[in-house]
């Protein structure tokens, strides 16, 4: 049985304080909740105060973006080991905004996935497609060449920690949502192609997430798919109720 991940990308949103005020509201009412495994992944400012506020919690705190060099004059960038000195455990890789509007590639995935399992965090990498590429029957084909090319020259044993999150582009912040049977046939290709890069039995227990307009009206429906492995939720993971209300499904 996969344990489901419900994580939150907070994206460019909340400053130290805000993230301070957040986990005061939202801890007490997740108190308690072993079922699943929680992840608040916080604009990099905001790290340190989500890290120490969530001590002596479950809740693990991860980070939104990573470098694939340990060190250098990359002005801007963050490395794995910075992420793991700040208390972080999970990073995101790949979201599809990153891909939209700095440049990420399947290429520069792929080496920061390497970076992220080389230094020990757990990476979650965003595949998913556009809505033109919807319209035109490509999805998967969009999937293949991305997880094709995210797990290159990677081994089973150093993927172990591994977890996917597939984003539908064209469902995240507009409203509209894959249907639950979208949702699992995407997931149950993106299975397939781990299967072919690490066998059978890494796919078996690959938790690949569902990120794309995730909301407490819909999460019990796309979490009842047995193909769903758990969440990546944007802008209802900024409220800790709306949070809560989709942790507890």
């Not at 208390?87 to 399947?106: C, K, L, N, P």
Request: charge should be negative; proline fraction near 3%.
């Amino acid at each position: 049985m996969r344990k489901k991940l419900i994580a939150a990308n907070w994206k460019m949103y909340k400053n130290p304080e805000q993230t301070r005020e957040f986990f005061a509201a939202f801890l007490p009412l997740v108190a308690g909740h072993t079922r699943d495994e929680i992840v608040v992944c916080p604009p990099f400012v905001d790290l340190y105060a989500a890290v120490e506020a969530a001590k002596g919690s479950s809740i693990a705190i991860g980070g939104q973006d990573v470098y694939w060099k340990e060190e250098g004059a990359f002005t801007g960038e963050i490395s794995s080991s910075m992420l793991l000195a700040a208390g972080a455990t999970h990073v995101i890789i790949g979201h599809s905004e990153r891909r939209q509007y700095f440049a990420e590639t399947d290429d520069t995935v792929n080496l920061k996935l390497k970076a992220a399992l080389e230094a020990g965090l757990t990476p979650i990498v965003c595949v998913g497609e556009v809505l033109e590429e919807r319209e035109a029957n490509l999805t998967e084909d969009v999937l293949r060449r991305q997880c094709l090319r995210a797990f290159h020259a990677i081994s089973g044993k150093k993927a172990a920690k591994l977890v996917i999150a597939y984003e539908p582009v064209w469902a995240i912040g507009t409203g509209k949502t894959a249907t639950p049977q979208m949702a699992a046939d995407a997931h149950e290709l993106i299975r397939s192609e781990a299967a072919k890069a690490f066998g059978d039995e890494f796919a078996a227990q690959l938790r690949i997430l569902y990120g794309g307009s995730v909301k407490p009206e819909n999460a019990k429906a796309l979490m009842a798919e047995e193909q769903i492995d758990g969440a990546l939720v944007g802008g209802a993971s900024l409220d800790a109720k709306s949070f809560t209300a989709i942790v507890q499904y």
